[in-house]
């Protein structure tokens, strides 16, 4: 099994990947919104990449800024999670 860094790091590429598929969809950009979701638009393209990980505050503010609910954002994550281990196997 691979350590806690590791699984919580792959986590948080997965949500910054869901985050930013869901804004594109939407065509917004990331300034649209970092400023929907109350966010800087530095830490959002920080956490999209997957280089920050967001409190759960933050996440619910980003999910109300692509107009969808926080656990749909975590399960879309989730899937990409199980997807790329899937893929490693």
Do not use: T
């Not at 649209?32 to 979701?37: F, H, V």
């Amino acid at each position: 099994m691979a350590n806690k860094r590791s699984v919580h790091g792959h986590f948080y590429k997965c949500l910054g990947k869901a985050i930013a598929e869901r804004r594109k969809r939407l065509h917004l950009s990331q300034q649209e919104l970092a400023e929907g979701s109350g966010v800087n638009r530095a830490f959002l393209s920080n956490v999209e990449q997957g280089k920050r990980n967001p409190s759960i505050g933050a996440v619910a503010s980003i999910a109300q800024g692509l107009r969808m609910r926080v656990s749909r954002l975590l399960v879309k994550c989730e899937e990409c999670v199980r997807d790329e281990s899937e893929r490693a196997s």
